[in-house]
């Protein structure tokens, strides 16, 4: 298959998918491995790293040092500060090789921030429209509209979909209110 014309790939990058969705751009010294899918109007930063089997939505900012590995997910319009780390095994050692069945999966919903230099253990789920401050270590899933941060991660707040922490009413000064749900915070009508 071959890449939409629209793709920007920068000349010291290395694109080595043909899944890249149109208008994307892959800027220098980034280097994304055959096998990942990268959707549409994305912006994968400097010295970023995309492994084969990674998965990135549409409108997703990747800023530089960003490590994506296999099995991870990341939806439409979510932010991934600069040196933002992933893992994908949980207890990797180099005498005992485990293959790709031994990785767990990551999942970011829509809409989420993570901030730089953030770790993101393997085997979670962010939930929509969350957000990581800067310099988190997530070890465990994160409800939707969440605000994470410290080592461990820690939820201390609730964040709007604007960004914005939200009051203790859920109810943020841009106008959208929520409601309290099982999987976090959801968006009143």
Known sequence: MARDPSVFVHELALCESDDVGPRTRIWAFAHVLPGARIGADCNVGDHAYVEGGAVLGDSV???????????????????????VVFTNHPRPRVAFKRGPSSWEKTLVRRGTTIGANATVVCGITIGRWAMVGAGAVVTADVPDHALVVGNPGRQVGWACECGLTLPDTLACSCGRRYHRTEGGLARQP
């Open 61 to 83: 900012t990747v800023k530089n040092g960003v490590m994506v590995w296999d099995g991870v997910t990341v939806e439409d319009q979510v932010f991934l500060g600069p040196n």
